[in-house]
């Protein structure tokens, strides 16, 4: 590609409103523009990008035996409403009417119109294993559309579904599809973990996701440094510390603490280690009966944990000031188990406590010295926190790390949720109907880019890495338009490398290199070779990986063997 | 591939609400499946062919100095405020509310979109030209889907826009466009005609269409099989007899007609030949008076050729009855010129004729040897009426013949109708804003199937291109599962096709010769090749053309060099 037959528009700045890094410099570097609140033109130089990462995913689907498909972004209502998610979803499902008055909505997913193709085409046990997957123009109406192209409204989403005869046989697609998407990611040239999730209220027992690891990501992410061990924050396990419990040594003491509402003022005003406080919450159990959670002072409850105990609300809800009050006699800020008669729920980290600080039940007071046991009722014990860094991993491998990710994938076993809500089936070897089994396997594809800019930038602009840049090999000749030579040298390595089937784009525009290294330093081309006359004299062009702080001679004549080394 | 690693999904029969050949096929075949009115999901066979059709339109596209984007499918409502097409434009623009309430519009087309991105991306005339493309979905809430893919409300349609200094650059961009669509169109392998059309309200000059010939299509087009000659029926224009008019012979006689409304049955009553008689119509002019139009008795009138008459509505509107009996007199069919006081406007046929019958503008009475300028006045004289067979070309090659034919694709000079109402300048040389020319090329990309299937299809089923067929081989063993020497053959062939870069299938299902056979023929696979265990014992296999009657015997070491002669 020659830059003049191409579209650059780049700018100084980015728009007021961009808020992250990756937003700011695709903007910057004229990749999108915004049309609309989470609404973007994809420009030429963004949508290279684009359909890279869609070739490797589709590339990879294909490998897998995914079958592609193309499901309507405009999908009828009657659907939707089979499976509930018509009234069950919120407003993030865009509904509208057609002029005749019919209901649709714009496709967030697509599980309802895969499982009614499944159950109008797959009447057999022989036509499974069967796996579908779409590269299409998805829609979610997010209440705050932001962080540019990561959390848009109208984007584009591959959605694989696949349709198994037995649990046993979905588990396989599901690991054939995990497999699939280690090597989307792996040639995607990302840094990325898969964790394990959390599977909320659909119920199966197989979740991951594949996080992209940037400092700026939105979830926690748990892994063991020395194992294969990954989970996000909400389903991390928090295992019990090793040993027993130490016996009760101090004598139950009731502290007065004026004011002490929060555990930082409690540490601070008894002078103690917050280790061994314990912070006590009151939620509603299933009869909307107070139940007190307990974990360590410094710990936080995981309500995704919590809520899944049973005999607790679920979703988690927090019991109202008025019934902590007439359940325990005082405010939250002083409440614990000793003389409490409801459900107490501890930590397992906590259940290892002894003579530990905890509120008394009234109001500005605090017992020192409590014990399970002896001052009140053994707890039950639950793993009801979050992990923090430095914890045991639970596969007993060492300790815990936290990183930061930003999710750009998600597979799912989905169990027969969506079969059985649609009464899709298929006729068994015994010839009896069965619900599918299904899974679900998405990636963000628009999201990826977002994702990878936050994982690889620097104060210059992006830096992708080889196998999606929009162009691998800049050309960057300075004075094509004045010297013979700097054009024929120019000229000569572009072809060559187009020739190797390698993306390089020869930047031809004529601009001054000040401002033409600029422009593919923000744009981030990996490889960027400099032609001028001077070095030309002497027989040397300049090489510079994007991550190079400056540029490196190479003899003229060895630029392309030497270009094509570097290239991943 | 492998027939039993993809998704074959054939039918027997055609739902019944399925309306003409190609939709009938594509749902038997199972190229797509329908999810509401006018919305079809795209079932992996027939998304194979869109696939190939979308690539080859991009290569193509490219090649042209097109430049890739993606717009948003969800469009905000001011930019089609800008324009005027958000009141302008009928219930097909569909639109909605999100969820804050703000207006948007599904797509149909995004000549707002890209001019907006022109206004702000291409300041200077040193950024022109320029043609952006996406290939997208888009959406059309038709009042009545219908024709499966051919007038669908979703589907995919490749639009294209390009900015212009000035008319002349634009009409160079026009004919750059109209060069890449013939080559791809003859990529497509199919057989078009690139007509000249009306320009309609935009006004601009330049307008082609590109018709896929089939019986079926819904649009006329005329064409000079001696020359390139060729304008759709609203713009195929009717040029005048040669020759000067024949003097007066006859006198002006009123004969009474009872009865008689039409001109069948006028030349039934008087016995006369039909060219003798002249057909009025009255239409409203600018004033709303009564304007009297007269096309010969054998022609039509052409109202776009009407409406485009200066002094005349547009669109043209028809008298009332009540207007018509004012203005005349008489009701519709006994009206003429005779006597008549207002503006009279004669086809070009009509003012060379003489000695004519026409209406007397009294109920139930026509004038026969009726005569210009000694019954009436002179009339305007304009080209008003549709060509029809054997009228002379315009271009003097011989005579006209009139075609079927399915539009597919358009290109179209729209000189600054949408950068002037969006105020979308550039800064010209001259250091002074100026609007952008521009232009609009479309190609409905899955129209395309529809339009290949009317054109290519036979009674057991489709026959596709060998470029854009879902796969240009089909591999058929007969005991594929029983057979060693079998199974080894078809395998070879199958590897070496597809090691030459050809689309083979290998159909490895186990369905019985005659469901295999059926399967391909209905698929439409171009080329098939049969292989059994009888025919190997003589070294042979069997060569079948989509369109061949019956199967060639060919050696089956040869068979490869065989297929690959027959590839276009």
Known sequence: MRASQFFISTQKEAPADADIVSQKLMLRAGFIRKQAAG???????????????????REEMNRAGGIEVSLPVVQPAELWQETGRWDAM?????RFKDRHERDFALQPTAEEVITDI???????????????YQIQTKFRDERRPRFGVMRGREFTMKDAYSFDRSAEDALKSYDNMYAAYRSIFDR??????????????????????????????????????????????????????????????????????????????????LKIDIKQTVKAVVVEGAEDEAVLMMVRGDHELNEVKAQKIAGIKNPLTFASPAAIRAAFGANPGSLGPVGFKGRVIADRTVAKMADFVIGANEDDQHYTGANFGRDCAEPEVFDI???????????????????????????????????????????????????????CYGIGVTRILGAAIEQNYDDKGMIWPDSIA??????????????EAVKEAADKLHAELLAKGVDAILDDRGERPGAMFADWELIGAPHRVTIGDRGLKEGKVEYQHRRDSEATAVAADAILEHVLSKLV
Chains 1, 2 share one sequence.
């Open 470 to 483: 929009p162009f691998a090999v800049a050309v960057c000749p300075v004075g094509y338009d004045r010297s």
């Open 385 to 439: 926190r979050n992990v923090v860094e430095g914890d045991p991993s639970p596969d007993g491998q060492g300790a815990l790390a936290i990183q930061r990710g930003i999710e750009v994938g998600h597979v799912f076993y989905l169990g027969t949720k969506y079969s059985a809500a649609m009464n899709a089936t298929f006729l068994d070897e015994d010839g009896k109907p069965k619900p599918f089994e299904m899974g």
């Open 39 to 57: 609404i973007y033109s994809w420009m030429p130089m963004g949508l290279r990008v684009v359909r890279k990462v869609e070739t490797i995913i």
């Open 188 to 269: 995607l040239g990302l840094t990325y973990r898969a964790v394990a999730a959390d599977t909320g209220a659909i119920g199966g027992d197989r979740s991951h996701e594949f996080q992209v690891i940037a400092d700026t990501g939105e979830d926690a992410i748990v892994y063991c440094p020395n194992s294969e061990y990954a989970a996000n924050i909400e389903l991390a396990e928090a295992v019990a510390p090793a040993g027993e419990r130490a016996a009760a040594s101090a004598a139950l003491t009731k502290v007065h603490t004026p004011k002490v509402k929060t555990i930082a003022e409690l540490v601070d005003f």
């Open 90 to 94: 919120g407003a993030e499902l865009l």
């Open 118 to 132: 499944a159950r109008r085409e797959l009447r057999s046990y022989r036509a499974l294993p069967k796996n579908f």
